[in-house]
């Protein structure tokens, strides 16, 4: 399994998220990090709570793991 692999199933619980995104994420259901990035972006911003600096926490670790290509975006 490959090093992104093992990040796209690893628990949001054990992501380096901050708690509140984490506590949020899995309120909607996501178990795992691919569980996320399965939803378009823009649909993110439907979560009760979701806020542009939760966007930013997930896209800085996707960027820090080179994964953005990871995203959806329609």
Not at 21 to 38: A, P, S, V
Not at 52 to 63: A, K, N
Request: charged share 25%; glycine share 2%.
């Amino acid at each position: 399994m490959s090093y992104q692999q093992e990040i796209l199933n690893t628990p949001i619980q054990d992501l380096s998220f901050n708690s509140e995104l984490k506590n949020l994420l899995i309120r909607q259901g996501h178990q795992k990090l691919q569980d996320l990035l399965n939803v378009p972006v823009y649909k993110w911003h439907d979560y009760p709570a979701f806020n542009f600096h939760h966007q930013y926490e997930i896209v800085d670790f996707l960027q820090d793991h080179d994964m953005m290509d990871f995203l959806k975006e329609e």
